[in-house]
């Protein structure tokens, strides 16, 4: 009973804000979340991208830690879709890393679509960076050859550290592909060395007492590639380390209302 409570404790407030599993039960109206969905095609269309960093809020925002504002993120690339009846349509494809349902600890590589992607979220926010058009076309290459698969960790832990390479979440597979494509490199020691070099992690500001908790009582949490604080890759490092290196066109919060507001 103790253990039951104390896993409920830690699943609150140490991982709530995961969000790198694949969407399952809707909460929004079919027609509002699919009108959603296009708005956020529609944007990225009228704004020339062919490649963006995607972000969703799939737990609660009152759950999230200090500085977190998107519990997933992936890559989408425009592109040729064929539907079940063998036509073929221009649209976004998402690049994903989600865990696996069955095994929380692990994770495996997923392409879905707007639809899918917001299927399940919390609330109707997206996360769209926007790079440059010249990592835009690194970018299509590098998911077209494969390097999303060569920097694949399949151990996941919600609160991976992007220096170390024992663990992977979604959003540290999302900056290791953006690496990859930046360095043209899969050699992960070289990726995690340019990532400590340039990339500024987030710091996860929450009860370490429980941290350490879930560390024990979680499969998809562990300290075991921290030293120190805890920080991890987030939506919004992200965006702010392409915006350093003059790798950045345009990063915005989307509503469902079709309002948008600098991320940065």
């Known amino acids: 009973m103790m253990k039951a ?4 404790l830690v699943f609150v407030n140490a991982s709530a804000w995961a969000g790198s599993a694949s969407p399952t039960e809707n909460q929004h109206d079919t027609e509002t979340l699919t009108a959603f969905a296009k708005s956020v095609e529609q944007y990225a269309a009228s704004q020339g991208a062919q490649a963006f960093i995607i972000g969703r809020v ?3 925002e009152n759950d999230l830690p200090k500085g977190v504002a998107f519990t997933h993120a992936a890559i989408a690339i ?5 539907l079940e009846n063998g036509e073929t349509i221009k649209g976004y494809a998402i690049h994903n890393l ?3 349902e069955e095994k929380k600890d692990r994770s495996a ?13 919390d609330a109707l926010k997206a996360g769209i960076i926007i790079p440059t058009v010249e990592l835009q076309a690194k970018l299509i290459d590098a998911i077209a ?21 024992s663990y992977q979440n979604c959003t540290e597979h999302t ?8 360095y043209s490199t899969t050699d992960k020691a070289q990726l995690k060395a340019n990532a400590k070099a340039y990339f500024k992690p987030q710091r996860i500001r929450t009860n370490p007492v429980k941290l350490l908790l879930g560390s024990i009582f979680m499969d998809d949490v562990t300290l075991k590639d921290h030293q120190g604080k805890v920080k991890t890759a987030t939506f919004t490092a992200i965006g702010r380390y392409l915006d350093a290196n003059q790798l950045l ?4 919060i989307l509503d469902d209302a079709g309002n948008s507001k600098d991320l940065l």
């Open 145 to 165: 050859t494969g390097k999303n698969r060569d920097v694949h960790n399949p151990k996941y832990s919600v609160l991976s550290n992007p220096f170390e390479g």
């Open 78 to 82: 425009y592109s040729n879709i064929e």
């Open 109 to 121: 590589l997923v392409t879905d679509y707007p639809i899918d992607f917001f299927w399940g979220v």
């Open 175 to 182: 900056l290791d592909v953006i690496n990859a494509a930046i």
């Open 58 to 60: 799939g737990r609660p």
């Open 5 to 8: 409570l104390i896993m409920s």
């Open 98 to 100: 989600y865990q696996k």
């Open 249 to 252: 066109a345009k990063a915005v």
